[in-house]
């Protein structure tokens, strides 16, 4: 049974920083591309990142690029998005979510809030 | 970038009645499209990918058609259940993904 499940959020304050974890078991993780999704209280989902299943191509939101890095160690089974130079405006749910072009799993989501 | 534009934002069906959802891509995407449904205090789940291809034990009221710029989501006969947020998402610039802004489906 495919498990995905996101830690590391919390509340931050504006300009720091913030690595979250995605831990997936029950698939061969090395095999599938991955990405992260956030959601914004009330609002809809947003694409953040997307690494390939080898970690060789990524890419990145316009909102977030150059401060968010993506990235995946297939011999721990783990996916993740380090934040850099955090924004009020990144608070969000954050999903990490498995999938070669659709997203067929999602995890339950690790929460960032970004206040002072 | 591809934009995605989903229409109605929100959709008021009575339950057993049809709901059409409509999303609109500013450039062609081919048949590289899926749809998820989303609840309250949950992920979103994949409902259609390929633009018409359900996705497993997703059951046959829902379907997907379109392809190029514009697709639509139907659900034939909504039960309870189905209330709920949809979202269309573009695959075609793997691995850079974009989502409509959701259509909310509603009791009426």
């Known amino acids: 049974q495919v498990h995905l499940v996101e830690s590391g959020g919390g509340v931050v304050q504006p300009g720091r920083s913030l690595r979250l974890s995605c831990a997936a078991s029950?698939?061969?993780?090395?095999?599938?591309?991955m990405h992260w999704v956030r959601q914004a209280p009330g609002k809809g989902l947003e694409w953040v990142a997307g690494v390939s299943f080898d970690g060789s191509k990524k890419s990145f939101a316009d909102s977030v690029r150059g401060r968010f890095t993506i990235s995946r160690d297939n011999s721990k089974n783990t996916l993740f998005l380090q934040m850099n130079t955090l924004r009020g405006d990144d608070t969000a749910l954050y999903y990490c979510?498995?999938?070669?072009?659709?997203?067929?799993?999602w995890g339950q989501g690790a929460l960032v809030t970004v206040s002072s | 970038e591809i934009v995605m534009t989903q229409s109605p934002a929100t959709l008021s069906v009575s339950p057993g009645e049809r709901a059409t959802l409509s999303c609109r891509a500013s450039q062609s995407v081919s048949s590289n499209l899926a749809w998820y449904q989303q609840k309250p205090g949950q992920p979103p789940r994949v409902l259609i990918y390929?633009?018409?291809t359900r996705a497993t034990d997703i059951p046959a009221r829902f379907s997907g058609s379109g392809s190029g710029t514009e697709f639509t989501l139907t659900i034939s006969s909504l039960q309870s259940e189905d209330f709920a947020v949809y979202y269309c998402q573009q695959y075609k610039n793997w691995p850079l993904l974009t989502f409509g802004g959701g259509t909310k489906v509603e009791i009426k």
């Open positions: 979510a498995r999938g070669q072009q659709w997203l067929d799993f």
């Open positions: 029950g698939f061969t993780f090395s095999h599938y591309a």
């Open positions: 390929g633009a018409s």
